[in-house]
């Protein structure tokens, strides 16, 4: 497998609900992010885990949980969000090592928050 | 924190034409610069990537270069095709290491280009 998944492509959700995404990756790497993109703009970085610890949380709002329970298994939780998240939700993955750099992005989540 | 500005905002060629992306970053730390393809509605593709220990690195009708002095660093395509067409993302990152390696992208604004037939 070389690349990332997510899950679902589409999520159209109320202000009051819960719900989650979720990233997959099977190519052994250990950082993993997970990116917010509006429309016309470039990616915006939320969070990093590295083997499995969060690294980087680049003041995100306390409604937006990231999780890590393995390694190759990325979520965010989504809970009491306003109309101004819509987005597209991108995952991506590094390997470790001399590539570390190199993000390999998933197919976002599109994200409706009504 | 580092800041990347990418010019021009929209490119419109004709098929055949060379395209040129330029980018600046503020961070002299930076020592990682992908470009990113992006299709409408697709993920974001990395296309090539330059390190900061090398000035130029070519890739078939890609070409990136790298100025560390002035802090710059450009995209060439030859040869346009129509299925270039897409928004390119220039970033710049620098690896945190110490065991815990990653990156950190910041990107540009991007670049909308239209390749005509």
């Known amino acids: 497998d070389t690349e990332v998944t997510q899950t679902p492509k589409h999520l159209v959700m109320g202000m009051t609900n819960k719900k989650s995404l979720k990233c997959e990756q099977h190519m052994g790497h250990r950082a993993m992010y997970w990116y917010k993109q509006k429309a016309k703009k470039p990616p915006e970085l939320m969070f990093v885990?590295?083997?499995?610890?969060?690294?980087i949380n680049e003041s995100v709002p306390s409604r937006f949980s990231p999780e890590c329970p393995n390694s190759s298994l990325l979520n965010l939780h989504l809970h009491a969000l306003q109309p101004e998240d819509s987005a597209l939700y991108l995952c991506?993955?590094?390997?470790?090592?001399?590539?570390?750099?190199?993000?390999?992005f998933g197919p976002g989540t599109r994200l409706t928050v009504t | 924190g580092e800041n990347v500005e990418q010019h021009p905002s929209t490119l419109s060629v004709q098929e055949g034409d060379s395209a040129v992306i330029k980018c600046t970053y503020s961070d002299s730390a930076s020592n990682y610069f992908p470009w990113y393809k992006q299709e409408l509605g697709k993920r974001p593709q990395l296309i090539i990537d330059?390190?900061?220990?090398?000035g130029e690195k070519k890739d078939q009708r890609i070409a990136v270069t790298l100025n560390k002095t002035a802090k710059h660093f450009s995209l060439h395509i030859t040869e346009t095709q129509p299925e270039d067409s897409a928004v390119y993302f220039c970033?710049?990152?620098?690896?945190?290491?110490?065991?815990?390696?990653?990156?950190?992208?910041?990107f540009g604004q991007g670049t909308i280009l239209t390749v005509h037939p």
């Open positions: 330059i390190r900061s220990n090398v």
């Open positions: 991506a993955s590094s390997p470790i090592g001399a590539s570390s750099y190199e993000q390999y």
């Open positions: 970033a710049a990152s620098r690896l945190y290491a110490g065991g815990t390696s990653y990156g950190k992208l910041t």
């Open positions: 885990y590295s083997y499995e610890k969060l690294s």
